[in-house]
């Protein structure tokens, strides 16, 4: 069973930065986008930044220009920086790649606290 492993998160202060690292834990084959969504206390999943096999990224407004997502595609690896961090970016991150086959895998989730 393949899994994919986040790291990264943590607290951190109002205006301060945190790197985001979503690897899997065997080669999967034909991801086509790989993504990162948040999900805090009361409120539904949503997506953050997802980055496409051709390089194509895509933002919620409330982080574009805040965070970035990058991938290597060699490494099954997506990254998120995310800076200038708020209190409202308060979640639990979770990666996500999905294949050409429409496979979905999630990572186990990260917690990443802004302090105000």
């Known amino acids: 069973q393949v899994q994919l492993v986040e790291s990264g998160g943590g607290l951190v202060e109002a205006g301060g930065s945190l790197r985001l690292s979503c690897t899997a834990s065997r080669y999967i084959f034909g991801i086509n986008v790989m993504g990162w969504y948040r999900q805090a206390p009361g409120k539904q999943r949503e997506l953050v930044a997802s980055?496409?096999?051709?390089?194509?990224?895509n933002y919620a407004d409330s982080v574009q220009g805040r965070f970035t997502v990058s991938r290597d595609n060699a490494k099954n690896t997506v990254y998120l920086q995310m800076n200038s961090l708020k209190p409202q970016d308060t979640a639990v991150y979770y990666c996500n790649f999905m294949t050409s086959s429409r496979t979905n895998y999630w990572g186990q989730g990260t917690q990443v606290t802004v302090s105000s």
């Open positions: 980055i496409s096999s051709g390089g194509s990224t």
